[in-house]
């Protein structure tokens, strides 16, 4: 009698699993200290474009794709967030701070937050007030 049950449970894990792996999974190219601005084309494709060669980390490459951004800003464009890459990571720079993740469409996380003044911190690194 316990053999159907743990058959019919096995199949649904299975089908959850399976469907997971169905999902689209867009990775970052992996240039080796190439900073990268990402754009998404009308035809849901992405467009890496180099900002700066040579950078030595993922944080500097944060701050480049900042800068741009807020020249971009000064010049008028409505578009306030902003995407990056950087040797196989994505840059995700929004008004709560900057996140990252390892696929354009997963899981992003904290890497950066903006403090009162709109500057960028380590998250807990500025005192509450």
């Known amino acids: 009698m316990r053999l159907p049950v743990v058959a019919l449970s096995l199949l649904a894990a299975t089908a959850a699993v399976s469907l997971t792996g169905c999902e689209k999974q867009t990775k970052a190219p992996f240039q080796a200290g190439v900073c990268l601005h990402v754009i998404e084309q009308k ?3 992405l467009k890496f474009n180099p ?6 980390s993922l944080e500097l490459c944060a701050a480049e ?3 741009m951004r807020l020249r971009f800003v000064r010049l008028g464009s409505p578009n306030r967030e902003m995407t990056g890459a ?3 990571k994505f840059i995700f720079l929004q008004k709560e701070g900057i996140y ?5 469409e997963g899981a992003r996380f904290m890497s950066l937050v903006r403090t009162g003044d709109g500057r960028l911190a380590v ?6 007030q």
């Open 51 to 56: 900002v700066a060669q040579n950078v030595p």
């Open 86 to 88: 950087y040797q196989g």
């Open 65 to 67: 794709l900042e800068g």
């Open 100 to 104: 990252l993740g390892d696929t354009y």
């Open 43 to 45: 035809d849901g494709t």
């Open 123 to 128: 998250p807990g690194a500025m005192p509450a």
